[in-house]
């Protein structure tokens, strides 16, 4: 696709991150543009989720840099030197930006409107009745509008996961990160989550999402990330990546999974269907 000189929707440059002195992002540069989904996968403790933190300062990296549509995110340049930026200014850059948890975070003692509703009401500081209207939106496009009344104890995981993702659409982001965001389900309610994904990534959504769903990633990624030890190690189509992996270390990562869909499932796909035995 040729891009022509447009600004990416989030920028990185060298991104690193330490804690306690062991750097677990190790310079990064990735460039993710408008209406693109791209997956980050690799091993666990490859620093998937700090780098997805880091693009909207949830965690506050400390090498490189994070731009969201050309703005630098987090910090300010001032004689020379990098200080951190304003809470408000931080916010403003950030404003295009919203995550989708693994563990949901809906606070537990509100409906599912009210949580819909927090981030327009609490952080955008919107009117009631409009945050109202914009979360019903939200709501209604995710397939939630019956449980609005309901408390998050009272849903399936996959209807919490669902609210978690109207709750991020609500503000109107323009590019939306997703941690994992199927991992914490029961298998049988992994695939209305993922429908859900999907459906955005057809209405154009950019997308930065970290999944073991290998599939699902080759299925609805325009680019994927591998990560390792805080680097990334390879990056390209589902095609080359996921079907056809050459990079050696993406082929070892990627073997269980790859050993398990040529498997023949449980009751003996592969073999003759019942039906056609004698
Ligand atoms: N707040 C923190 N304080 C200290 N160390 C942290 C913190 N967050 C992450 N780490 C460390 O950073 C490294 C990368 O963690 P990260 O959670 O980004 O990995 P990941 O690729 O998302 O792994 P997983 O697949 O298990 O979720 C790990 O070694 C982790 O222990
Ligand atoms: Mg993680």
């Known amino acids: 696709m040729n891009r022509g000189n447009a600004v990416p929707m989030v920028s990185l440059r060298g991104v690193g991150k330490s804690f306690d002195g062991h750097r677990v992002l190790a310079g990064v540069d990735l460039d993710v543009h408008a209406g693109e989904v791209v997956s980050l996968i ?27 549509r050309g703005a630098l995110l987090g910090y300010r340049l001032a004689q020379g030197r990098r200080e951190r930026e304003s809470e408000r200014i931080i916010a403003e850059v950030r404003a295009p930006v919203a995550m989708v948890f693994q563990q949901f975070n809906l606070w ?8 819909v509703m927090a ?12 945050a109202r209207e914009l979360a019903g939106q939200a709501l209604a496009r995710v397939g939630m509008s019956g449980k609005a009344d309901a408390l998050p104890g009272q849903l399936s995981g996959g209807q919490q996961q669902r609210v978690g993702i109207a709750r991020a659409l609500a503000v109107h982001p323009e590019v939306m990160l997703l941690d994992e965001p199927t991992s914490a389900l029961d298998p049988e309610l992994v695939d209305e989550v993922l429908e859900v994904i999907k459906s955005l990534s057809r209405d154009g959504m950019t997308m930065v999402m970290v999944t073991h769903e290998m599939s699902f990633a080759a299925d609805v990624s325009d680019r994927i990330v591998f990560m390792e030890k805080g680097r990334i190690v390879a990056l390209g189509p589902p095609d080359d990546m996921v079907r056809r992996p050459t990079h050696p270390r993406l082929q070892a990562f990627l073997q269980p999974w790859i050993r398990r869909s040529l498997a023949p ?5 592969g073999l003759p269907a019942r039906s056609s035995q004698p």
């Open 119 to 130: 981030p327009l009401t609490l952080a955008k500081r919107m009117h009631e009745a409009r």
């Open 42 to 68: 690799g091993p666990s403790g490859s620093g998937k989720t700090t780098l997805l933190r880091c693009m909207n300062f949830l965690e506050a990296y400390d090498e490189g840099e994070v731009r969201i």
């Open 108 to 115: 537990p003692h509100m409906t599912v409107l009210a949580n």
């Open 265 to 269: 499932a449980p009751g003996g796909a």
